[in-house]
């Protein structure tokens, strides 16, 4: 089963708003990633975490603000966010065994976000 | 740095004939990975297909073909019997353990259409 869940699937929050989109998978997987893409671009990776540990921020404004809770789940906590982080917000999963044939990416359906 | 390179933007082919997205890629390691995800309209990132470099081999899968050129670091996707399922944002991309700690490195994109 290579299913990564994500809800909401979309959503609408004024500038002033707290939201937080989540992301679930399991497979067994120790790494999990967050991505923001905008329409017909590739996704940009904004945070990985690494057996529940922040190992990557690709230097996301603080008004993103991600959470791991456990080994299967994913939260990126929203606040005070501007019209241009309206986009798609993907989460993926891996198997971060160090073994290389196990880093492929399985990718949820994301969150359709519109910041008003 | 590593780059990947989808040079064509769109492409459209016949229902039931077969089509070839290119990809190139640039890198001085040795040892990586190589994806083509599908995004249809419905948003979720799917994985078509995945090629190890030190594979000679190359990879399929039921109608999806890679024709993998280490040499010229090429690696384009060959879809046959082309079905009406199959139209989406096509996504080229590579990872390496040394190079990119395994983070991937996406390509523009090619948008495919199937024409009926």
Not at chain 1, 28 to 57: C, D, T
Not at chain 2, 18 to 24: A, E, F, G, K, R
């Amino acid at each position: 089963d290579t299913e990564v869940t994500q809800t909401p699937k979309h959503l609408v929050m004024g500038m002033t708003n707290k939201k937080s989109l989540k992301c679930e998978q399991h497979m067994g997987h120790r790494a999990m990633y967050w991505y923001k893409q905008k329409a017909k671009k590739p996704p940009e990776l904004m945070f990985v975490y690494s057996y529940e540990k922040l190992s990557i921020n690709e230097s996301v404004p603080s008004r993103f603000s991600p959470e791991c809770p456990n080994s299967s789940l994913l939260n990126l906590h929203l606040h005070a966010l501007q019209p241009e982080d309206s986009a798609l917000y993907l989460c993926a999963s891996s198997q971060d065994s160090l073994a290389a044939e196990q880093e492929t990416q399985y990718f949820g359906p994301g969150t359709r976000l519109l910041v008003l | 740095a590593q780059t990947v390179t989808q040079s064509q933007p769109e492409m459209s082919v016949q229902e039931a004939e077969t089509v070839t997205l290119s990809c190139t890629y640039d890198t001085s390691e040795s040892d990586y990975y190589l994806f083509w995800y599908k995004q249809p309209p419905s948003r979720q990132m799917i994985l078509v297909i995945r090629q190890e470099a030190y594979k000679q081999q190359n990879a399929t899968e039921n109608r999806f073909s890679v024709n993998f050129q280490k040499a010229a670091k090429s690696f384009s996707l060959k879809i046959s019997d082309s079905q009406l399922g199959d139209a989406a944002m096509y996504f080229c991309a590579y990872t390496a353990p040394m190079d990119s700690n395994y983070q991937l490195i996406w390509g523009a994109g090619t948008k495919l259409i199937i024409k009926p």
